[in-house]
């Protein structure tokens, strides 16, 4: 095998890809990352950044016919338009099946970058309350690891990646390396204020996001054009194209190829260990192999267990590395309930700018333990949105000429703001992905099955949140308000916070991978995007991805170099 | 970039991007694809309507946000906005009911809306106003609906022509303001005059709408 190029082989360019090859090539490895989607360079390829409404076609009025046909399932995202549709998945060509029961929502990018391209830039860190989460209350298996553990590697990714948010001191929810937060509202000043005095129990913070404030790491603050989504040619929230990518190449030690969709992985006659992986090229169907002594699957969630799924063979007869079982089962994401009020209070005060971050409220139910009140474990936080009316909410009136045009020219005499609760979801065997070997995509690859419903707790804590946010409202000064009805709580996948179906634990027969994202079973193969996810907790997951990849990238290294990875 | 790229983004950048207040964020190669491109309604012939049903329609237009210290909507050119989005956005069934409603309308004007009198004009868009009574389309929260088949034709032709105006190039920029990039600054006045802000994409295609 001295006919080796690379020394690892990163399985996907987004968050958690990116950041192993940062890791891996900063460490001195030859790493090759394989990308299933196009190449498209950061800047030059952000064709919708900046475009005006009257650039896009129907004036950004969503496409329905070549959405209904192209982007069933991704269409329904709030970031998919025409200003960034070279983005996303193209669900006719690259399709999976969706059961009519047990919907599941795969949104998926298909460039390179990936979803870090795309994301809503939230980071907050896990607490030990939310490790100890499973082992507390008996669901799901027990973490391998604790905060104390993973709270360094937190520290590494957010003094890279640039983290702006407001330190409070929460044992819920630890504090990040920040950046200056971004700018309140008046109104929420307001809000902050009255709900501070009659509810103490709330904070309200603003959003911690990975959108800089100041210049960092030779990267520009912020310009608060708005919509990240559609790329930020100044790089000012963090993707891989902006960051993690530039870091690798500068080593000198980075081959990355796009359109290389991965179909298996190859083991020896061991079985203990991946020799090869083998990838169909999207643009001429081209079948190739490419070897090296460790492999990063990061894929994403879906993406990487339908890799292990995909990599069956006579010793690891229900998909690579599934003793346990476990490879396929626990689905997770987040349900996302939103309440809606009404405010009239600083209609005199305005705002400059596009600020692309909201405040967050941090969990406040079963804090430390159990609330006597509650009739659910775990909890939610919510992302609060300001709105100010505008003719987008009253132009449906009647009236013609003069006046009724006057009416549309100004800020209307209210404020929306909108609680919208990020819900925790239990592991649960039934959520879950699997291949029907008889419904092949383009390549021949298996298309895999997902099947995801919300439990009994996730609807109970959705019950709450309304509850919840209805005295939030109230204490807030809020006019007028409305709370969700349950049949309005996101589909699974919806919240774009799949996680679970290669989870880590510390016993073999229950859990895919071990504390450092390794393969029980498989040596040099190594998992780090959300399937290694034990349980969800109610934060949003990125930051929790990078550092546990961060963190495998540097066990890896040492292992190799140290002989064990039997390389 | 290589040489072609390179004039194309210096002749971008000495022709200037009227949309934007402050360059600075862009790439060249941004500025060079935006400058390039035209508007969305400049890029596509008008061949629906009938000469006779786009003189109304542009009547109809004029008559709910008719010129007055801004420009108005034939100004913004809100009815080839209009005309584009019932050949191309609405499906057969929507696209043949606004079509019924513009005959309809028609007929009730004699023939010819747009050779009645402006008063005679307005009299009878509100009087099929007064008809549509206390439709769907005129409840509050309609926001996030991408469209409302249950409305009827004056309901219908008053949002195409809204949306055709508040987003227009002329729209965003004559009568209202764009939000200045830079910085954001939360806490500071809104004066009497001021007016909202151009919207970069209605809310109602960032809340998912329903595919078909």
């Known amino acids: 095998m001295s006919d080796r190029q690379f020394d690892a082989i990163v399985v996907g360019s987004g968050i958690s890809g990116g950041w192993a090859a940062k890791e891996l090539t900063e460490r001195g490895l030859k790493v090759l990352v394989l990308e299933r989607g196009k190449d498209i360079k950061h800047g030059l390829d952000y064709k919708g950044e900046h475009a005006a409404a009257s650039k896009l076609p129907f004036y950004g009025m969503p496409d329905r016919e070549r959405n209904a046909r192209d982007y069933p399932i991704q269409s329904s995202s709030y970031a998919f338009s025409d200003a960034n549709v070279q983005f996303w998945n193209n669900d006719r060509e690259n399709p999976y099946i969706r059961t009519q029961e047990k919907p599941f929502s795969w949104k998926r990018a298909d460039v390179v970058g990936g979803r870090s391209l795309l994301w809503g830039r939230q980071v907050y860190r896990w607490s030990e309350q939310d490790f100890k989460a499973n082992a507390t209350d008996g669901n799901g298996i027990p973490w391998p690891v604790d905060y104390k553990e993973i709270a360094p590697w937190y520290s590494h990714v957010e003094k890279f990646i640039g983290v702006s948010g407001e330190a409070e001191g929460l044992a819920q929810l630890p504090d990040s390396e920040f950046l200056p937060p971004m700018e309140y509202h008046a109104l929420e000043k307001t809000i902050k204020g009255r709900v501070k005095e009659k509810m103490p129990e709330i904070t309200i913070t603003m959003g911690r996001c990975a959108i800089l404030t100041q210049e960092h790491n030779g990267r520009a603050p912020c310009h608060y ?71 990063f699957l990061c894929a994403s969630t879906l993406g990487s267990t339908q890799i292990m799924l995909n990599s069956s063979s006579s010793l690891h007869p229900n998909g690579l590395g599934n003793k346990s079982g476990a490879l396929g089962n626990y689905l997770m994401d987040h349900a996302m309930y939103g309440h809606m009020s009404m405010m009239v209070d600083d209609s005199k005060r305005f705002y400059k700018g596009n600020r692309p971050n909201g405040l967050y409220v941090p969990r406040f139910r079963n804090v430390g333990g159990q609330d006597t009140d509650a009739d659910f474990v775990r909890g939610y936080g919510y992302q609060a949105m300001t709105v100010r009316s505008d003719w987008e909410t009253t ?12 009416s549309l020219r100004k800020p209307g005499p209210f404020w929306i703001w909108f609680l919208q609760g990020f819900i925790e979801c239990l592991p649960q065997a039934n959520n879950r992905i699997y291949l029907d070997v008889n419904k092949p995509d383009r390549f021949g690859i298996p298309q895999l099955v997902t099947e995801f419903s919300w439990g009994e707790n996730e609807l109970s804590l959705a019950r709450d949140s309304a509850l919840q946010a209805e005295k939030i409202f109230r204490a807030a000064g809020a006019v007028f308000y409305q709370t969700a009805d349950i049949d309005t709580l996101s589909e699974g996948g919806a919240g774009v916070h799949e996680m679970g179906t290669a989870r880590m634990g510390d016993d073999p027969m229950q859990s895919v991978l071990n504390k450092y994202n390794q393969a029980h079973e498989l040596d040099n193969l190594f998992v780090t995007d959300g399937s290694f996810m034990t349980s969800a907790s109610c934060v949003n997951p990125s930051l929790t991805y990078m550092a546990f990849t961060a963190r495998a990238c540097d066990y890896a290294v040492k292992e190799l170099n140290a002989g064990r990875l039997g390389a | 970039m290589n040489r072609r790229e390179f004039f194309q983004c210096a002749a971008a950048l000495a022709a200037g991007s009227s949309m934007l207040p402050s360059s600075w964020a862009m790439t060249l190669e941004q500025q060079d694809f935006l400058a390039a491109q035209p508007d969305y309604i400049d890029r596509h012939p008008l061949n629906f309507f009938t000469q006779r049903q786009r003189a109304a329609v542009t009547a109809v237009a004029e008559q709910i946000i008719p010129a007055t210290d801004t420009p108005g909507a034939v100004a913004a050119r809100a009815p080839r906005f209009i005309e584009l989005m019932v050949a191309n956005w609405l499906n057969d069934t929507e696209r043949a009911f606004f079509v019924d409603g513009l005959t309809d309308l028609q007929q009730r004007a004699g023939g010819d809306f747009a050779a009645l009198a402006a008063a005679g004009q307005l009299l009878l868009l509100e009087q099929l106003e007064e008809e549509a009574g206390d439709a769907a389309w005129f409840q509050m929260g309609n926001v996030t609906r991408l469209w409302d088949d249950t409305a009827p034709f004056i309901c219908q032709v008053k949002e195409l022509t809204v949306l055709g105006f508040m987003l227009s190039d002329v729209g965003s920029s004559e009568f209202f303001r764009v939000n200045p990039m830079g910085s954001f600054e939360g806490d500071i006045p809104l004066t009497e005059d001021d007016s909202s802000y151009a919207v970069e994409l209605p809310i109602r295609a960032m809340a998912g709408g329903e595919v078909l």
């Open chain 1, 225 to 295: 054009c708005g919509p990240c989504h559609r790329g930020c040619s100044t790089g000012s929230y963090f993707s891989s194209q902006s960051s993690t990518l530039p870091a690798a190449r500068a080593t000198g030690n980075l081959t990355l190829l796009p359109n290389q969709v991965v179909e298996r992985l190859e083991h020896d006659e061991t079985g203990k260990r991946i020799t090869a992986v083998k990838v169909v090229d999207t643009q001429t169907g081209e079948r190739r192999e490419f070897t090296a002594k460790i492999f």
């Open chain 1, 395 to 406: 132009f449906n009136t009647k009236g013609f000429g003069a006046g009724y045009k006057e």
